[in-house]
Protein backbone atom coordinates (compact mmCIF):
# COMPACT_ATOMS: atom_id res chain seq x y z
CA UNK A 1 0.00 0.00 0.00
CA UNK A 2 1.59 3.20 -1.22
CA UNK A 3 1.34 6.00 1.92
CA UNK A 4 1.58 9.66 0.86
CA UNK A 5 3.42 11.52 3.96
CA UNK A 6 1.30 14.60 5.24
CA UNK A 7 3.94 16.93 3.54
CA UNK A 8 3.14 15.34 0.30
CA UNK A 9 -0.71 15.73 0.46
CA UNK A 10 -0.46 19.53 1.36
CA UNK A 11 1.82 20.07 -1.47
CA UNK A 12 -0.30 18.56 -3.72
CA UNK A 13 -3.43 20.61 -2.64
CA UNK A 14 -5.42 22.96 -4.35
CA UNK A 15 -4.67 26.68 -2.50
CA UNK A 16 -7.68 27.89 -1.36
CA UNK A 17 -7.64 31.02 -2.67
CA UNK A 18 -7.27 29.16 -5.89
CA UNK A 19 -10.10 26.86 -5.08
CA UNK A 20 -12.05 30.34 -4.31
CA UNK A 21 -11.94 31.99 -7.78
CA UNK A 22 -12.70 28.85 -9.14
CA UNK A 23 -16.25 28.27 -7.40
CA UNK A 24 -16.26 32.13 -7.96
CA UNK A 25 -16.05 31.69 -11.99
CA UNK A 26 -18.10 28.40 -11.92
CA UNK A 27 -20.95 31.07 -10.14
CA UNK A 28 -20.40 33.94 -12.69
CA UNK A 29 -20.61 31.25 -15.72
CA UNK A 30 -23.77 29.82 -13.97
CA UNK A 31 -25.04 33.66 -13.58
CA UNK A 32 -24.31 34.28 -17.16
CA UNK A 33 -25.63 30.52 -18.54
CA UNK A 34 -28.92 32.09 -16.89
CA UNK A 35 -29.23 35.28 -18.71
CA UNK A 36 -27.93 33.85 -21.96
CA UNK A 37 -30.52 31.59 -21.50
CA UNK A 38 -33.62 33.84 -20.72
CA UNK A 39 -32.20 35.58 -23.89
CA UNK A 40 -33.43 32.69 -26.06
CA UNK A 41 -36.36 32.00 -24.26
CA UNK A 42 -37.53 35.58 -24.27
CA UNK A 43 -36.86 35.96 -28.11
CA UNK A 44 -38.87 33.03 -28.68
CA UNK A 45 -41.94 34.90 -27.36
CA UNK A 46 -41.96 37.41 -29.85
CA UNK A 47 -42.03 41.68 -29.85
CA UNK A 48 -37.96 41.41 -30.55
CA UNK A 49 -36.26 44.41 -32.01
CA UNK A 50 -33.36 43.56 -34.37
CA UNK A 51 -30.52 45.68 -34.60
CA UNK A 52 -26.74 45.01 -35.72
CA UNK A 53 -24.34 44.75 -32.59
CA UNK A 54 -22.20 47.55 -32.34
CA UNK A 55 -19.00 48.05 -34.49
CA UNK A 56 -17.22 48.62 -31.18
CA UNK A 57 -17.67 45.78 -29.18
CA UNK A 58 -15.73 43.87 -32.11
CA UNK A 59 -13.10 46.15 -31.33
CA UNK A 60 -13.70 45.71 -27.55
CA UNK A 61 -13.10 42.04 -28.16
CA UNK A 62 -9.73 42.55 -29.72
CA UNK A 63 -8.68 44.57 -27.00
CA UNK A 64 -9.55 42.16 -24.84
CA UNK A 65 -7.80 39.59 -26.66
CA UNK A 66 -5.02 41.92 -26.53
CA UNK A 67 -4.83 42.52 -23.04
CA UNK A 68 -5.16 38.60 -22.27
CA UNK A 69 -2.13 38.64 -24.41
CA UNK A 70 0.35 40.96 -22.65
CA UNK A 71 -0.56 40.26 -19.26
CA UNK A 72 0.24 36.34 -19.77
CA UNK A 73 3.78 37.60 -21.44
CA UNK A 74 3.58 39.97 -18.15
CA UNK A 75 3.77 36.73 -16.19
CA UNK A 76 6.39 35.19 -18.36
CA UNK A 77 8.16 38.22 -17.00
CA UNK A 78 8.13 38.02 -14.08
CA UNK A 79 8.91 34.36 -13.62
CA UNK A 80 11.88 34.14 -15.87
CA UNK A 81 13.40 37.36 -13.91
CA UNK A 82 12.61 40.10 -16.76
CA UNK A 83 11.49 42.99 -14.47
CA UNK A 84 11.02 45.61 -17.13
CA UNK A 85 8.57 43.22 -19.30
CA UNK A 86 6.89 41.84 -16.34
CA UNK A 87 5.82 45.90 -15.04
CA UNK A 88 5.19 47.47 -18.28
CA UNK A 89 3.26 44.84 -19.68
CA UNK A 90 1.20 44.67 -16.73
CA UNK A 91 0.85 48.33 -16.93
CA UNK A 92 -0.42 47.93 -20.30
CA UNK A 93 -2.85 45.26 -19.48
CA UNK A 94 -4.41 47.99 -17.19
CA UNK A 95 -4.93 49.98 -19.75
CA UNK A 96 -5.78 48.25 -21.97
CA UNK A 97 -8.84 47.13 -19.59
CA UNK A 98 -9.61 50.57 -19.19
CA UNK A 99 -9.52 50.79 -22.63
CA UNK A 100 -12.08 48.11 -23.27
CA UNK A 101 -14.56 49.73 -20.24
CA UNK A 102 -14.41 53.05 -21.85
CA UNK A 103 -14.86 51.32 -25.48
CA UNK A 104 -17.82 49.26 -24.16
CA UNK A 105 -19.75 52.41 -22.46
CA UNK A 106 -19.02 53.48 -26.32
CA UNK A 107 -20.75 50.76 -27.68
CA UNK A 108 -23.88 51.83 -25.53
CA UNK A 109 -23.86 55.27 -27.12
CA UNK A 110 -23.69 53.62 -30.48
CA UNK A 111 -26.88 51.21 -29.39
CA UNK A 112 -28.75 54.37 -28.09
CA UNK A 113 -27.86 56.03 -31.82
CA UNK A 114 -29.12 53.00 -33.70
CA UNK A 115 -32.65 53.31 -31.68
CA UNK A 116 -31.54 50.27 -29.34
CA UNK A 117 -32.09 51.79 -25.96
CA UNK A 118 -32.31 50.05 -22.77
CA UNK A 119 -36.21 50.36 -22.50
CA UNK A 120 -37.24 50.13 -25.94
CA UNK A 121 -37.47 46.58 -26.15
CA UNK A 122 -35.68 43.53 -24.46
CA UNK A 123 -33.45 42.71 -27.18
CA UNK A 124 -31.93 45.57 -25.88
CA UNK A 125 -32.40 45.67 -22.74
CA UNK A 126 -30.50 42.10 -22.59
CA UNK A 127 -27.70 43.35 -24.44
CA UNK A 128 -27.21 46.38 -21.97
CA UNK A 129 -27.68 44.35 -18.32
CA UNK A 130 -25.46 41.52 -19.93
CA UNK A 131 -22.72 43.55 -21.31
CA UNK A 132 -22.59 45.33 -18.26
CA UNK A 133 -22.46 42.71 -16.08
CA UNK A 134 -19.19 41.41 -17.64
CA UNK A 135 -18.06 45.08 -17.62
CA UNK A 136 -18.39 45.14 -14.18
CA UNK A 137 -16.22 42.24 -13.89
CA UNK A 138 -13.50 43.61 -16.14
CA UNK A 139 -13.68 46.13 -12.88
CA UNK A 140 -13.10 43.67 -10.43
CA UNK A 141 -10.04 42.59 -12.77
CA UNK A 142 -8.84 46.17 -13.20
CA UNK A 143 -9.23 46.50 -9.60
CA UNK A 144 -6.97 43.25 -9.10
CA UNK A 145 -4.34 44.61 -11.36
CA UNK A 146 -4.32 47.83 -9.55
CA UNK A 147 -2.85 45.56 -6.73
CA UNK A 148 -0.50 43.61 -8.73
CA UNK A 149 0.77 46.78 -9.75
CA UNK A 150 1.37 48.34 -6.32
CA UNK A 151 3.09 44.93 -5.72
CA UNK A 152 5.14 45.08 -8.66
CA UNK A 153 6.12 48.77 -8.61
CA UNK A 154 6.23 49.77 -5.12
CA UNK A 155 8.09 46.29 -3.56
CA UNK A 156 11.75 45.06 -4.26
CA UNK A 157 11.11 42.55 -7.35
CA UNK A 158 11.02 38.90 -5.65
CA UNK A 159 9.31 36.64 -7.24
CA UNK A 160 8.33 34.39 -4.48
CA UNK A 161 5.70 31.81 -4.57
CA UNK A 162 3.39 33.61 -2.38
CA UNK A 163 3.69 36.77 -5.20
CA UNK A 164 3.48 34.20 -8.09
CA UNK A 165 0.23 32.37 -6.66
CA UNK A 166 -1.18 35.83 -6.82
CA UNK A 167 0.13 37.15 -9.83
CA UNK A 168 -1.80 33.36 -11.08
CA UNK A 169 -4.60 34.57 -9.84
CA UNK A 170 -5.26 37.59 -11.04
CA UNK A 171 -4.12 36.01 -14.35
CA UNK A 172 -6.47 33.57 -14.40
CA UNK A 173 -9.37 36.07 -13.44
CA UNK A 174 -8.28 38.03 -16.35
CA UNK A 175 -8.72 34.98 -19.00
CA UNK A 176 -11.43 34.08 -18.15
CA UNK A 177 -13.29 37.51 -18.12
CA UNK A 178 -11.58 37.86 -22.06
CA UNK A 179 -13.00 34.01 -22.36
CA UNK A 180 -16.16 35.13 -21.20
CA UNK A 181 -16.52 38.05 -23.28
CA UNK A 182 -15.61 36.27 -26.86
CA UNK A 183 -18.28 33.98 -25.80
CA UNK A 184 -20.43 36.74 -25.27
CA UNK A 185 -20.05 38.55 -28.42
CA UNK A 186 -20.52 35.34 -30.46
CA UNK A 187 -23.79 34.89 -28.92
CA UNK A 188 -24.92 37.98 -29.43
CA UNK A 189 -24.08 37.95 -33.39
CA UNK A 190 -25.72 34.89 -33.74
CA UNK A 191 -28.90 35.89 -31.80
CA UNK A 192 -29.75 39.24 -32.40
Known amino acids: MNTVTRSEYRNNKIHPLKLTLWVGIGSIIMMFAAFTSAFIVRRSAGNWYEFELPSL ?60 TITVNPSSSFIYVISGLHAA ?51 FALNL
Do not use: C
Open 137 to 187: HVLGGIAALTTAIIHAYYLPYKPTLRRKQRFELVLQYWHFVDILWIYLVIF
Open 57 to 116: FFINTLVIMLSSVTLQLSYQGFKTGKEQQYKRLLLATFVLGIAFVVLQYKGWEQMTAMGA
